[in-house]
């Protein structure tokens, strides 16, 4: 590992508006940058204009300010580029995130001295077909879940891997998740917890019906193939993403993604045990600050 890096010279500052104080840090940090000689590049992660600068690789480093939710984001717009993220914590659990709300102004001191890590998590590729023919993709940075809709009843998942059939899950859903992911839906599910440093993809059903009721863990080659067998609504959701209603024989492939999502750490390589019991003893308790 890696720990002195070039100082960037460039950094996208990205910001959820709707979390408290996320547009005054923002400004404050792009005040701090440009005081250090440093381009800073402000707006939301759905800016156009922060965007195209990613994408373009004008940006050095991106910072985001929000929750996980934002850290996903952030992941799905950097990651094709390469550029590293650096979550900055403003909402509740922050599993993916690395500083606090009141630590941005040093970690900004150590970023432009270099003093940082990579860290690359692995991420997914899914794709929905229809009778044969691929509807749309995503890269997925947590997990990839098919399941039921409203209708409180059980689906029937068929599953390949690597086009052996392996079972038939009758469940509320089954959640492909990365090891990133393993900390997210699927731990709620009941699976295991896998270091980020893996490159797995993991398989976890929802409240299984005489169905396999233990995780699956899969190598990071092989290809998943979920077909929908049901005759009432199904849905499929992408980390976290609005569902989108599906139908029976629709097909949802699961692969290892070609690029990783890179993001900046400032802790010990060790950080991701003791961040873990931390942030589950937070979140745990109702009194945690939200």
């Not at 863990?217 to 980390?239: F, K, N, P």
Request: proline share 6%; aromatic share 4%; charged share 20%.
């Amino acid at each position: 590992m890696d720990t002195k890096n070039m100082p960037p010279r460039t950094i996208g500052i990205g910001a959820y508006p709707k979390m408290p104080d996320a547009t005054d840090i923002a400004e404050a940090m792009a005040a701090s940058l440009e005081r250090r000689g440093v381009r800073p590049i402000r707006g939301s992660l759905n800016d156009s204009g922060l965007r195209r600068s990613i994408e373009a690789g004008e940006v050095d480093m991106l910072v985001a300010l929000g929750g996980d939710g934002t850290m996903l984001r952030a992941g799905h717009l950097a990651a094709p580029a390469q550029v590293p993220v650096l979550g900055v914590n403003l909402g509740r659990v922050g599993f993916l995130i690395e500083v606090e709300r009141d630590g941005w102004p040093v970690a900004i001191d150590r970023v432009l001295a270099g003093d940082y890590w990579i860290e690359p998590r692995m991420m997914l590729r899914a794709s929905l077909s229809r009778a044969g023919k691929q509807l749309t993709g995503w890269d997925v940075l947590n997990e990839v879940v098919v399941g039921r809709g409203k209708t409180v009843r059980l689906v029937r998942l068929e599953v390949e891997i690597d086009g052996a059939f392996l079972t038939t899950y009758a469940a509320d859903a089954l959640i492909a998740a990365t090891p990133t992911g393993s900390t997210a839906y699927a731990l709620a599910a009941g699976g295991p917890i896998l270091p980020p440093e893996l490159r797995n993809i993991l398989i976890v059903a929802v409240a299984p019906h005489f169905s396999i009721d233990r995780a699956v863990v899969l190598h990071e080659g092989s290809t998943i193939r979920i077909t929908v067998r049901t005759d009432h609504q199904a849905t499929l959701s992408v980390d976290g993403q609005s569902p989108m209603d599906i139908q029976d024989g629709d097909a949802v492939e699961v692969s290892a993604a070609e690029h990783s999502a890179l993001f900046v750490r400032l802790q010990d390589p060790g950080y991701f045990y003791h961040n873990l019991t931390r942030r589950m003893s937070q979140n745990a308790n109702p009194g945690a600050e939200r």
